[in-house]
């Protein structure tokens, strides 16, 4: 079953990382929407991209609001396509909430253990990567383009997490929506590290499957997927979503659909 779902009675679009409100009631997760009559600009929630600021910042109180947090909780990072994580303390509260210079600087990932801290990362195609510990209380969320996941942010996220007294047997994952295998197609060039981390991925066919010459079809979703359970989540932890970015215009932003005019998602984590 589709883990993510769309809240259509909702004043703001979303999806709701149903899966984990009923197992953990106090976890608040999800993946913002897009209207189908919006234009591409319109439900955008990050600072970086040259909108009007104002906006921006309406987008953000609206939808925090609708979520029981203020925009004051309110936490980000500058994302660079790398694995740099940070570990969110109450003195961060509001880091990049309305200002982009205040934000974690060159940072994909942000773990917490703090309640009333909301947790937010950027998207418009990339993949996002949640992450809850029942036994320790952190939540995540780390931001993972084909550069963060072949330079293995899922293992980074496990890592800085059983660092901090969490255990890999307990960790929640969840991969939300992002550009499926289905259109997501790329060279020789982004192939290379991954046939480093897995000498046998085009044989097994598991998430790359060969569509040309020096052409492929990949599926950075099962790719994280395969990374995780590597670095010892256990199989019935890690759940996947089907929604693809790009296939599904009428939910979402795509980066590559779009050709690089367009809006971005937010994916956010938060305990009441």
């Known amino acids: 079953m ?20 009923w197992e953990f009631p106090n976890v608040v997760a999800g993946f913002s929407a897009r209207l189908p009559h919006e234009d591409r600009n319109d439900r955008n929630y990050a600072l970086h991209i040259g909108q009007d600021q104002s906006q921006v910042l309406q987008n953000r109180r609206k939808l925090v609001e609708q979520l029981g947090f203020s925009l ?15 570990v969110v303390t109450a003195s961060d509260r509001g880091k990049g909430a309305t200002e982009q210079e205040t934000a974690f600087s060159n940072t994909d990932g942000l773990i ?6 909301f947790l937010a990362s950027f998207y418009a195609d990339c993949v996002p990567l949640f992450v809850y510990c ?12 084909w550069r963060g996941t072949v330079a ?11 660092a901090q007294g969490s255990s ?17 197609i790329v060279d020789d060039h982004v192939m290379k590290p991954i046939r480093q981390l897995f000498p046998m ?3 097994q066919k598991e998430f790359v499957k060969q569509v040309d010459e020096g052409l492929y079809q990949l599926d950075l979703k099962k790719l994280n997927q395969q990374i995780f359970l590597r670095e010892g989540i256990r199989p019935e932890h890690l759940i996947v979503s089907k929604w693809c970015t790009s296939c599904d215009q009428q939910y979402f932003y795509s980066y590559r659909r779009d050709r690089g005019d367009t809006g971005r998602m937010v994916a956010w984590i938060a305990k009441k």
């Open 2 to 21: 589709e883990p993510f779902v769309y809240q259509h009675m909702s004043k703001v679009p979303y999806f709701s990382l149903e899966h984990w409100k």
């Open 134 to 145: 029942p036994d320790t209380g952190f939540i995540g969320v780390a931001h993972a383009g």
């Open 201 to 203: 991925a085009e044989s």
């Open 112 to 117: 917490t253990q703090e309640r009333q801290l």
């Open 152 to 162: 293995q942010m899922a293992s980074r996220l496990v890592e800085k997490l059983t």
């Open 168 to 184: 890999t047997h307990n960790l929640r994952i969840a991969i939300g929506p992002s550009i499926g295998g289905c259109c997501y």
């Open 72 to 86: 004051e909780s309110w936490t980000c990072g500058t994302q660079i396509h790398e694995t740099q994580i940070a």
